[in-house]
């Protein structure tokens, strides 16, 4: 079974600054990575995903990450955030099996961005 | 892209009350649909996995006389919280699994239903 480490749980930032929510994962056996974000009260939305080829992946909003499958890593980056970038923000890993994909989520991380 | 739904999107009922929610895959046939449990500031907790017409698998530690789930359809999907207490207050989620545009199988989510027992 996978699982999903999101090593920071809040990140405070001030708007316009580049922020990094980093996401590492146990194994690189045919894997998928997702980023989702959830703002308060609602259900999740897909910012981005990796299923093959180039390894950055650019997403809504602006955001982009990167896949490191030597460092087993997906890092969610963006160059300039904004206020409405707030919100909780997961890792997810989905690993193919023989009876189809599981998904693993990681514990979230907070992102509060300061005017 | 593949959009899910979920109904209700709030609810609150009494201590006591059994609460349905479903949740409806609206283009595309999901074979499998999962349920997921999130609690305030908190990630999502895969409660169970339904195949369409068979029986859930539930994780461990989920009872399954208290969560019923049923897989009718391809499309539809239904979680009932029977005799619902305080704590089962919670945000659900549902998921459905279809076949995406890159040839893959992928998950999309439901926009979730707030569940708040008195």
């Known amino acids: 079974a996978q699982s999903v480490t999101q090593l920071d749980s809040q990140v405070p930032v001030f708007e316009e600054a580049p922020v990094e929510l980093r996401c590492n994962y146990s194994s690189s056996v045919s894997v998928y990575l997702f980023w989702y974000v959830q703002y308060p009260n609602q259900g999740l939305q897909l910012l981005l995903k990796?299923?093959?080829?180039?390894?950055l992946v650019k997403g809504i909003n602006g955001f982009e990450a990167e896949f490191n499958k030597s460092q087993t890593s997906f890092h969610l980056r963006k160059p300039s955030v904004h206020i409405s970038d707030t919100a909780e923000y997961f890792c997810?890993?989905?690993?193919?099996?023989?009876?189809?994909?599981?998904?693993?989520f990681g514990t979230g991380t907070s992102l509060t961005v300061i005017p | 892209g593949a959009v899910v739904s979920q109904h209700p999107s709030w609810v609150i009922c009494k201590s006591g009350t059994s609460v349905k929610i479903e949740c409806r895959s609206l283009d595309f046939q999901a074979t499998t649909m999962f349920w997921y449990r999130q609690f305030p500031k908190q990630s999502l907790m895969l409660m169970a996995t339904?195949?369409?017409?068979?029986?859930?698998?539930?994780e461990q530690g989920v009872e399954k006389d208290k969560f019923l789930i049923n897989h009718a359809s391809l499309t539809l999907s239904t979680l009932t919280v029977t005799s619902a207490h305080p704590e089962d207050s919670s945000f659900y989620i549902c998921s459905a699994r279809g076949f995406g545009l890159a040839g893959v199988y992928e998950q999309y989510f439901g926009p979730g239903t707030r569940l708040t027992v008195t």
């Open positions: 990796y299923l093959s080829g180039s390894t």
């Open positions: 997810a890993v989905s690993e193919t099996t023989n009876t189809g994909n599981q998904f693993y």
């Open positions: 339904s195949n369409e017409g068979s029986k859930a698998t539930y």
